[in-house]
């Protein structure tokens, strides 16, 4: 993950409208982020591939999210860490996932709710231990 900022979507909202350009970029980056992970991880070298290079645009058409954005909110210091527990006293059956349950929020955190709640009803339903593998020694 490469952290970008509203005026990089701009950037890559411009180069979409010239395609080959765009996935010459994508490979560009994909060999540079490749490169820099073979450097640090020597024993790894040519044992990486890339499935896919995903920039804000990306996100942008396959999710409606705002310039590009895969998390809610910028995690600082001064941002408390928030966690919905994913259930609403008085109602029976209802287990919610969301990117907006956990702070920063975005798309990560829409997965692991979305765990969570499996998970939740599982228990209700006395279920979790056919689901769940045991640790062994």
């Known amino acids: 993950m490469i952290v970008q900022y509203d005026h990089q979507y701009e950037y890559w909202d411009n180069l979409y409208k010239d395609r080959e ?65 994913g259930v609403l006293p008085g109602l029976d059956n209802l287990f919610l ?9 975005g798309l990560p955190n829409a997965l692991v709710t979305g765990r969570f709640a499996v998970q939740r009803l599982l228990k209700h339903k006395n279920m979790l231990q056919q689901f769940c593998c045991k640790k062994t020694k």
């Open 21 to 85: 350009a765009y996935r010459a970029e994508k490979e560009r980056i994909a060999q540079e982020v490749m490169k820099r992970l073979e450097k640090h991880y020597p024993k790894f070298a040519g044992k990486f591939s890339v499935l896919e290079t995903v920039t804000p645009k990306s996100f942008n058409r396959y999710t409606g999210a705002f310039k590009g954005a895969y998390m809610g909110f910028i995690q600082t210091n001064l941002v408390k860490k928030e966690v919905h527990s």
């Open 97 to 105: 996932a969301s990117q907006w349950l956990q702070t920063p929020g």
